[in-house]
């Protein structure tokens, strides 16, 4: 392409964006918002809640966007039938803009009474919210842990500015500028166009397995699978294709993965080592139990006066292990949970079980290891060891996804 041309195109060409308004007094910057994002090239189509049409016009939306406008589930006069579904697989980025705090409170509940909240369940692409309301209504804990959970599950927050607000308070609340906005959705593009594992296939085992002693108990442990699934969700935005075999969680499936659910150690290990045969690595994040109960009682077991029980442990497969010697020269990725002499015991899982690299986590650490947000960890491979800062689990995930491009594209 010549220079002029490449200059030419523009940076949201061809690019579907659902918008979302939502009825908020920042709803007429929606009409800049729009506008805005047709010039830089985006396609544009616009679902509004019904108050949301009492601050913005339709005909001024539809407008802009070039396109009618939806608000109902089907259209009254003629009952054609406005497909959420159709919707949630046009799209490449939903952005809900302005989004109040009762759309925030909906989507975290999964409420689906309008067509906007509906086409939001059945996205499979990203979804972007700019929050919209008075000072208080945005610094209440209830917004607060509502934003914190949709970011947790990987919508991308614009967040709002500080200034004057409609109700002549002055505080953070403030809708971000559309052109800000507009910059935040480039930014997305743009990061999406570094899909550098397009074209690989990779395995993510995550969370906990569970193994049942009888049909009442099992053994377990504290694993929520957050960081598998953080770095499922990095290797698909990196363009990868994610087979993710989970223990159970409450996580939600992130955007581009297929998961596959199992429950015990024998489970997990038919599952990643059926998907490995056509992959081309894996990232081995799953807390898997070393040992599952010899026999599981088929009725719950009584207990039996006031002597103490014996249960009967056998060991499971090491799935890591198995991967490791069908390896060959694919990808291989393990994790290291210590306590104690970490580097050491890290060292020798990285060779015994034939990794690439290993992760490690020392529960030592503040901020590392189970439930939190944050993790803090070592690389180490055969070269040396790399230590890294306490990070978000994304952020640590993103540092993972990208050694494991820097091996496989050499
Ligand atoms: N792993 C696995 N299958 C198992 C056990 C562990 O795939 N049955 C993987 C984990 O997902 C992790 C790595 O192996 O990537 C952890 O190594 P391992 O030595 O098994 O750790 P622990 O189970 O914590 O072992 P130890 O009790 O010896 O510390």
Known sequence: MCPMADQMTRPLEGRHILLGITGSIAAYKAAMLCRLLV???????????????????PLTMATLSRRPILVEFFDPENGAWNSHVKLGEWADLML??????????????????NLLLTSYLSARCPVMVAPAMDLDMYAH??????????????????EPGS????????????????????????????ADKKKALAGNHFVVTAGATIEPIDPVRYITNHSTGKMGYAIAEALAAHGARVTLVSGRTALAVPPGVDRVDVLTAEEMYQAAVEAFAEADGAVMCAAVADYTPREVAAEKIKKQ????????????????????????????????????????????????????????????????G?????????????????????????????????????????
């Open 141 to 158: 804990y209830t917004t607060q842990r509502n934003l914190a959970e949709l970011q947790a599950h990987g919508v991308k927050i614009v």
């Open 96 to 113: 809900i803009a302005p989004v109040t705090a009762n759309t925030l409170a909906k989507m975290t509940g999964g409420v689906a009474d």
């Open 370 to 410: 189970f439930r939190g947000d944050t993790n803090k960890v070592t690389l180490i491979d055969a070269a040396g060891s790399e230590e890294l800062p306490l990070l978000s689990k994304r952020e640590v995930a993103e540092r993972i996804v990208e050694k494991i491009e820097s091996i496989i594209i050499k």
């Open 163 to 190: 200034g004057e607000l409609a109700s002549g308070l002055e505080g953070k609340g403030r809708m971000a500028e559309p052109e800000e906005i507009v910059e935040a959705v480039k930014a997305h593009f743009a």
């Open 39 to 57: 010039r830089e090239g985006a396609e544009v189509q616009v679902v509004m809640t019904a108050l949301a049409k009492e601050f913005i016009t």
């Open 305 to 368: 006066g006031e002597g103490d029980m014996t249960l009967t442990l056998r060991r499971t497969q090491d799935i890591a292990a198995r991967l490791g010697t069908a390896k060959g020269a694919r990808v291989l990725v393990g994790f290291a949970l210590e306590t104690c002499d970490e580097q050491a015991h890290a060292e020798e899982k990285l060779a015994k079980k034939n990794f690439d690299f290993i992760v490690l986590n020392s529960l030592r650490d503040a901020g590392a």
